[in-house]
């Protein structure tokens, strides 16, 4: 199995470990200490040695931060994470804070008035410091560079990293790396700038064609880059993560260091350089600062190259969406053949798994299933362990979220379903759900358009029912790289407009807390619309759906859906049948065909 159901969060320990927090913080004259959830590469998902925020706290979601005080400790949550952060810390020492609603800076100012609050600089990015800093001008309260607080009290803290860095497949990739590297380098002397400083994992994973296995879930390699304006780049990582067939692919093009010798190479340049403000440390602007390097503020040159994906690429991902939409539909027809509490959360994980590893091609799973049952179900990232496992009772819904990690391509899919009979305000509140998934599917928008402009349309069958979910409509999803990949998202903050080849999730939901969950999930790459008859000259996208797995009809209220979207679920379920069936056995190619038959 490559998911676990051991329990990791320990709130227990979150007490004292917070005191002897406190006592280091004492012992540096500081009045706080800001502990995150990122590590130096600013991914959302962390190896076990940068876990900072869930050693202390119990926390174990993919956002949020603790800012620790002396005598208050703010664990900041988002929307998907504010009924799980009560059951995962200890709220007599940690009090869970709406965010971004609350922002760190106001926060401080009620709590505290004046002092010192400490930070790891390789932790923190310049415009989350500088964003803080304007939020306490004119108070008492400063930011001020420390080392690690945290490290200095965790004992058995695990090693870094070392992964193995692998080559990937031009095939795949559809560009070269060599090319890549001269195309970006080619931008910054556009822009007058010498070099521009790499420090995300996918960044150097997509620039340089590799992959890597530093993150659990996230084929993706630790280091840092400097690409040149020349189309040189310098690539610093760990030596035990680099073999001769790296060295031979990466060739004459790329220079291989130390980490250590990041710092000194960041010094010896000439400028200006290009730092993102939004993902580099604020350690790598302290480094330029010190040593005179002239720096500018600009985005990663490979985030928007790296978000539309190429012809290969999406033609790779298409086939392993197929292949993993037959190993989904295996697993539904082995689920409707078990009788109502009789199978576990666990049970249907590990069932799942093991038909996705049926293929021979599944290299990991994109992340830990969520399973989640009746109430858990109102848990948007609920991860089941041995000790919350539930079994599925008649009446519930289960909410079974997952994906897998193939070489050609990165899954992510989500499916409601009926466990015995259900009741009718579920499934009134599942077809308003699909209603909102529909409306994103058949979407036409005038180019330029981003995520912001579009997330409202998934909402708005909730809306008009006074209903609403709390999290944004989309993410995006790399190509065997990260299930979350920015900057494009279907999101009310996501100022980035849609271009084609930019892969996202249709995901709406609704969540009642302590009764049920819904959340139904395909991917969808943009593309260039076709014109239409009549239409004015006006420039369009839509997009393409690349999940083909039937939506479960009996929890669909037809009469609630119009004539347009019910022509559009039953033609989706058609596409199904037509693609899938013939990677099926034959008990499970019978099911589809009941599955997908018209509403």
Known sequence: MFQSFD????????????????????GEGLAGFLVPRADAHQGEYVAPHDARLEWLTGFTGSAGFCIALRDVAGVFVDGRYRTQVKHQVDTGAFTPVDWPETQPAPWLRQHLDAGRIGFDPWLHTPGEIARIEKGLQGSGISLAPCPNLVDRIWPDQPEPPTGKITPYPQTLAGEAHTDKLARLGATLRNHGQSAAVITLPDSLAWLLNVRGSDIPRNPIPHGFAILHDSGQATLFTDAAKVDEALRAHLGEAVTLRPVAAFAPALRSLGGPVRVDHDSAPIWVLHQLDEAGVPHEAGQDPCILPKATKTRAEIAATREAHLRDAAAMCEFLCWFDAQPPGTITEIDVATQLEGFRRASNELLDISFDTIAGTGPHGAIMHYRVTHDTNATLEDGQLIVLDSGGQYLDGTTDITRTLPVGHVGEEEKTCFTRVLKGLIAISRLRFPRGLAGRDLDAIARY?????????????????????CVHEGPQRLSRMSEVALQ?????????????????????????????????????????????????????????MPALLGDDERDWLNAYHAECRDKIAPRLSDEARLWLQKATAPI
């Not at 909730?462 to 790289?481: C, E, I, R």
């Open 500 to 556: 084609p080849g930019m892969i996202l999730s249709n995901e709406p939901g609704y969540y009642r807390e302590g009764a049920f969950g819904i959340r139904l999930e395909n991917l969808i790459v943009v593309q260039e619309a076709p014109d239409l008859p009549g239409a004015d000259p006006r420039p369009m996208h839509d997009f393409e759906t690349l999940t083909f797995v039937p939506i479960d009809r009996r929890l669909v």
């Open 7 to 26: 329990t990791t969060a320990s709130p227990e320990y979150g007490p004292a470990r917070l005191a002897q927090l406190r006592q280091q913080m004492q």
């Open 461 to 481: 069958p909730l809306w008009v029912a006074g209903q609403d979910f709390n999290h944004g409509t989309g993410h995006g999803v790399g190509v065997y790289m």
